[in-house]
């Protein structure tokens, strides 16, 4: 079953840093790939960042050199450290799951947790 629990949202000024969690059923952690998407009001969510079982990590233009994906095996866990964060940054940051694919970040996202909210300001 996959269970995806986000955690680590929460209101920063800008430049701020925030590191958000996922803790994942087994299940869910062995999926081929898993990564963030994020979806701001009235806009459509969109997938910012994902990691391969090799742990190589791929990210949307609008984060990269900002934000770091990684896993912890020992914890079923996955986590986004957001660094120089931006007002435009401000969405409902979400984890998911999902299967290798040849397109964007590599990862077509199936499943996703709650999300965590992340709110800038300027």
Known sequence: QVQLVESGGGSVQAGGSLRLSCAASKYAYSSACMGWSREAPGKERE???AVDS???GTYADSVKG???IS???TKNT???QMNDLKPEDTAMYYCA???PTFYGLGCRFGAWGQGTQVTVSS
Do not use: P, W
């Open 47 to 49: 997938g910012i960042a």
């Open 78 to 80: 996955l986590y986004l």
């Open 54 to 56: 090799e742990r190589r």
């Open 71 to 73: 896993k912890d095996n």
């Open 66 to 68: 900002r934000f770091t």
């Open 97 to 99: 799951t999902g299967r």
